[in-house]
């Protein structure tokens, strides 16, 4: 069994955290604001595209760790030490948030019982890994046989990412601008005829943790590395321009395109994941022993910092009311994100110094 630790993984886990902080610095007041035309919400706007790869990051490398074959995973031990980890983790933090937004944001119980029963924003992410978890004996199947994991991602890509972002712009460009009518007779049949396929084995974020590993064991050539750069490039910037456009023109944010199963979100996350994976490869980790355990320490604790770090975001936002006092989001969003990470990253040093906590819910 291969437990040679790969670094580029733990350069990936950092750079991804980073940019779930930017994420969620992006996604507060200033994003929902009633006129759109302003620095600051292009700001937020700019920076949320610009990161939108940092989930299926987290997933690929999920993928990596877990559909190797020349890992042995034992079920049992996923199930008694990672999925009940995360479960209990979820148990937590849910009551924890729930009780935060109680006492010190809303103060009704129920907006309480809501968030008790429906989870906190970011919180959805633990529910999702899990049911990857539960089918990693299926996944494995295909991933050692490298055409038929070729299948499964060809598979993935129509059903997963193309339909899906097909539907997903259609609808959101339909519901500020009356479609012609022949457009609407062609999508409303077409949604039919696909829709009756009933395809979903390969849907949602099972891609990205297939294609995780399938990148992860790839042999690239450089040009074949190059084309994917562009692809990523090109994923990114029409990512950010199409929301941009189309959200200052009907002043109300349209992002169809940075959802996460989205064709420009997906080629730059592959892209991230493999520019990432050939610059890690190439650093000699033995001659920067001193940065290479700062890595791996922060590495470690990027659960422990996805699941904290939205705490800080909010004192932040309601209690220091970062955007008022920075109102050009193009400095604030970055400035909030290093404080956050820093914060995060504290907090979680020293709570993994205590067992129970270390071992259940970071």
């Known amino acids: 069994m291969n437990t040679k630790r790969i670094h580029y993984l733990d350069l990936l886990r950092v750079l991804a955290i980073i940019c779930v902080i930017i994420i969620h610095m992006s996604s507060q007041s200033p994003f929902y604001a009633k006129n759109l035309h302003t620095t600051s919400w292009i700001g937020v706007n700019f920076w949320d595209s610009m990161v939108r790869f940092s989930v299926p990051i987290f997933v690929m490398i999920s993928g990596v760790l877990f559909l190797d074959p020349e890992r042995r995973i034992n079920m049992h031990r996923v199930y008694k030490k990672n999925i009940v980890r ?57 991933t050692t046989d490298q055409k038929l994991m070729q299948y499964y991602l060809a598979l993935a890509l129509f059903f997963s990412i193309l339909l899906p972002t097909f539907y997903t712009t259609y609808y959101a460009l339909a519901a500020h601008h009356t479609m012609p009518y022949m457009v609407q007779l062609f999508i409303y ?23 995780g590993y399938y990148f992860h064991q790839a042999k690239l050539t450089k040009k074949r590395r190059y084309i994917i750069y562009l692809l990523g490039l090109i994923g990114l910037i029409s990512g950010w321009a199409f929301s941009n456009f189309f959200s200052l023109r009907y002043n109300t944010p349209i992002t169809p395109l940075y ?46 910092i996805y699941l904290v770090h939205f705490v800080f975001v909010r004192i932040l936002v309601v209690y220091f009311h970062l955007f008022d006092h920075f109102p050009n989001t193009f400095i604030s969003v970055p400035l909030g994100t290093l404080i956050v990470f820093i914060l995060a990253t504290i907090v979680m040093y020293f709570v993994s110094y205590i067992p129970w906590f270390n071992r259940h819910i970071m």
């Open 189 to 211: 049949n077409f949604q039919k005829v696909t829709d009756s396929v009933y395809f979903r084995f390969t849907m949602f974020f099972s891609t990205y943790f297939v294609a």
């Open 259 to 304: 959802d996460y199963m989205s064709l420009p979100v997906a080629l730059t996350s592959i892209a991230v994941f493999v520019l990432v994976k050939e610059l890690g490869e190439k650093i000699n980790w033995t001659k920067y022993s001193r940065a290479d355990k700062v890595l791996i320490l922060l590495s470690k604790l990027t659960f422990g």
């Open 86 to 142: 995360i479960v209990t983790a979820f148990i937590f933090w849910d009551l924890f948030y729930a009780f935060y937004t109680y006492f010190f944001e809303t103060h009704t119980i129920k907006m309480l019982l809501t968030l008790i029963f429906r989870g906190y924003s970011h919180l959805w992410f633990l529910p999702m890994i899990v049911g990857l978890y539960l089918i990693v004996p299926l996944l494995r199947k295909f």
